[in-house]
């Protein structure tokens, strides 16, 4: 019989595979932080804050500890001194721990936690708590003039001379724009299981990043951080909402300590509008200067957000201005306002997607002011370098973004006049926007284990919120070792397992792939030692060169029916295992090359004449994101940020009360968010560009790239079927009567 000569399989990565753990979400064999099983189990329930600022004057907790099962209830007054977590901007440091002082610095600061036998008594007994506050009246505008502003909380960005070029430009515009509070929202509201083992903490928790949530835990509670083990294995989105350890991991933490027993404590939907964080609201000032053909001469940004009383987060509001088009004059500023708020932190594109309104707003203002198609603008201000650094590109598809999404769109047919298309009673009108996110990547490790059945192990810490990183790293080992994809598993979200950075800031598949990659290549090479030397195999002499693998074997290039299976090799040399535990880090890319992601959103909206009425018909996404691992993952990555566009654009606006710094929409009644009915047929495009100058995999990053530019490119589209400018989100039917 004559065997067939292995070939390399076809790669995987690149290909649209199904998610590799898909099945076990769907079937509901995945378990989420909240549902973990143990036994005594006790259930917390979180009080907050009445009043957004001031103190506690007493607080009444007896009549709750009366109540029926209760087992603890903690205050400031009874609750573990605790250290704060050094500020730290990078891991996403968290914010101070919860029930250290009488002190309230805003509506919903967690002020006592109740302990139960179950949920339900937990829940009745925390309406037993009655406060008697000292109250002050709150810092809550933007404006307040009493309130603190912080001018250096973000690099700003000076070229040139703004001002007087501004004032030279034979064309400009200046507008104010403004972005609303808003919420991540995932789908599974935040949980924490912690239970003890004498002075060793583990938590099952809903974390973008299990090392970081381990470290900072560890530093709070004064322990070991050998001490804390801290899983996540599945999470039910989260956005960001994940990305720093908030207090109610806290709480759990010390109210398990406390009883003596496991404790589950999951938010309520409405406490999550003050616990987890939030898109910060932004009032954003732009001017831009050009000449009569369209070349920018001078750009200001400006851009003010809040921050809250005892935190630092800060996000990069202003950043992509400074690089996505070229402007010889430009100066950013991003200020911050500290106010009575809860703690905010980064949402999906944190910085670019509320800045990135603001500025492509402008761009088509200018391109009507100038008579000048906006696609056509933005081309003209393209730049081949970085524009403050004068550096090459590691790569930058932009103008092809344009170019490819042009054509597919039909953007050549679009009338240059606002309110020039009409289709019955609706108004149509086509947008469109740049996207730009930064590129970024941690150092990262990985486990790589080969099984004597053929089948490996990949684990690392990595959480995976959605996209699909499990299926991507397993993708990669696949094609590294030439084992096929099925035979591989991929165990995330431990913090015993080695170290990945968090998942945020589209960085995980560069920094996880990376060490994925590298381990395997390590694993690949332990293997081939084995059989170097070992006259018995038919691979002996071979070196890494001179070898190929595909379908489970590693085979001669020159002849390959000369070949062997990793299970016969770790068979003869009696072993169970291979394993390598291997690292990837950047290097100096960053410094040499300007980098990013980049992209463009093309919309059409139908507006209804006489109700205002705004229906989104159409989305284009042309994204350059590197090499694209699975194409069938990084869209669903991309029509999931749109769909959050969408509802930025349209939809989504969390509302305080001004007086008293309640959040008066805390639940999916009062907080929009697109549904079905809301989504037209998005269309993805990938402009493949792999960018070997930033690692191995010339792979980026698509998550936040998702969203960047789908809500000014729907406030665009609005303008071009309505001749209506609208500048503050989200934008609702009243602004267009
Ligand atoms: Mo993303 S906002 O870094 O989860």
């Known amino acids: 019989m004559t065997q067939s000569a292995p070939q390399t399989s076809s790669p995987s990565v690149g290909q649209p595979v199904d998610r590799v753990d898909g099945l076990l979400k769907v079937t509901g064999q995945a378990r989420y932080p909240a549902e973990f099983p143990f036994e005594r189990m006790a259930h917390a329930v979180i009080v907050q ?119 030279r430009a034979p064309v400009r515009v200046e507008a104010t724009y403004t972005t609303p509070t808003q919420h991540h929202n995932p789908l599974a509201p935040a949980a924490t299981i912690a239970s003890w083992d004498g002075e060793t903490l583990t938590l099952h928790d809903s974390t973008q990043g299990v090392y970081n949530t381990r470290a900072q ?8 951080i050998t001490h ?57 000032r732009v001017a831009l ?24 987060f800060r996000e990069g509001l202003t950043r992509a201005t400074a690089l996505l088009y070229a402007s010889p004059h430009l100066r950013t500023a991003y200020r911050q306002v500290r106010l009575n708020v809860a ?61 490819l999404g042009a054509q597919a769109f039909g953007w050549e047919r679009r009338p240059r006049a606002p309110r020039s298309l009409r289709d019955g009673h609706e108004l149509i009108g086509w947008g469109v926007s740049g996207s730009y996110y930064p590129y970024n990547r941690q150092p990262a490790e990985a486990r790589v284990r080969l099984l004597a059945d053929g089948s490996v192990l990949i684990q690392t810490s990595a959480t995976d919120i959605g996209p699909g990183t499990a299926t991507i790293l397993a993708q990669i080992a696949s094609d590294a070792l030439g084992l096929p994809l ?35 290549a390590t694993l690949l090479e332990q293997t081939l030692a084995l059989v170097q030397e070992d006259e018995y195999s038919p691979l002996c002499g071979a070196s890494r060169k001179m070898i190929l693998t595909g379908d489970g074997y590693i085979a001669l290039k020159s002849d390959p029916t000369r070949r062997e299976s990793y299970t016969a ?39 209804d004449a006489e109700l205002g009425r705004i229906r989104v018909s159409r989305v284009l996404s042309v994204i350059a994101a590197g090499r694209i691992l699975n194409p069938k993952t990084a869209r669903s990555q991309v029509i999931g940020g749109t769909v959050g566009g969408i509802g930025m654009a349209l939809l989504e606006q969390t509302r305080m009360d001004e007086t008293t710094g309640r959040i008066v929409n805390a639940n999916f009644a009062d907080y929009a968010i697109p549904v079905h009915a ?19 995999l010339g792979v980026k990053g698509v998550g936040e790239v998702a969203i960047v530019g789908i809500a000014p490119a729907i406030a665009n589209a609005i303008y071009h079927a309505t001749g209506r400018r609208v500048r503050d989100l989200p934008i609702t039917m009243d602004n267009l009567l």
């Open 569 to 607: 090799i770790l068979q003869r040399h009696g072993l169970d295992l291979l394993e390598s535990t291997g690292r990837a880090a950047p290097g100096d890319e960053a410094q040499r090359f300007g980098t990013g992601i980049f992209g463009a959103k093309f919309v059409e909206v139908r507006v």
């Open 217 to 224: 835990l560890a530093m709070m509670l004064g322990l070991e």
């Open 486 to 520: 099925a035979r591989i598993r991929c165990e995330l979200g431990d913090s015993n397992s080695p170290v990945s950075p968090n998942q945020g800031g589209s960085m995980l598949a560069a920094s996880a792939g990376s060490a994925v990659h590298a381990t395997a």
């Open 343 to 403: 703690v905010p932190t980064w949402m999906r594109g944190p910085g670019e997607s509320t800045g990135l309104f603001a500025l492509e707003s402008a761009l088509d203002e200018l391109a009507y002011a100038l008579d000048i198609d906006p696609l056509e603008l933005r081309l003209r201000n393209d730049t081949p370098v970085h524009p403050q650094s004068g550096q090459p590109w590691s790569s930058r598809k932009l103008r092809e973004c344009f170019e």
């Open 228 to 284: 804390v083990r801290v899983l996540a294995p599945f999470i039910g989105g989260a956005f960001g909402s994940g990305l720093r350890p908030w207090p109610h991991v806290v709480l759990a933490a010390i109210s398990a300590r406390q009883v003596g027993r496991p404790v589950k404590l999951v938010l309520t939907r409405e406490q999550m509008y003050t616990t987890t964080g939030y898109r910060p609201r932004s009032v954003q």
């Open 49 to 167: 804050s009445t009043i957004a600022r001031g103190s506690i004057k007493t607080v009444e907790t007896a009549a709750a500890e009366a109540a029926p099962g209760v087992l603890a209830v903690l205050t400031h007054l009874n609750a573990p001194r605790l250290h704060s977590s050094p500020p730290s901007f990078v891991v996403g440091s968290a914010p101070p721990p919860p029930l250290q002082a009488q002190h309230i610095s805003y509506h919903g600061q967690h002020i006592a936690v109740v302990v139960a036998e179950t949920l339900e008594q937990a829940t009745f007994a925390a309406t037993l708590i009655t406060v008697d506050y000292q109250e002050e009246t709150p810092l809550l505008r933007l404006d307040d003039p009493h309130a603190q502003v912080l001018d250096n909380a973000f690099p700003d960005v000076v070229r040139g001379e703004p001002e007087a070029a501004l004032a």
């Open 678 to 696: 809301d989504i037209p047929p998005l269309e993805v495009l990938f402009v493949e560009e792999p960018d070997l100058e930033l690692n191995p």
């Open 289 to 312: 200067g050009a000449t009569r053909k369209g070349q920018l001469l001078a750009t200001i940004h400006e851009g003010t957000e809040p921050v809250a009383m005892n935190d630092d």
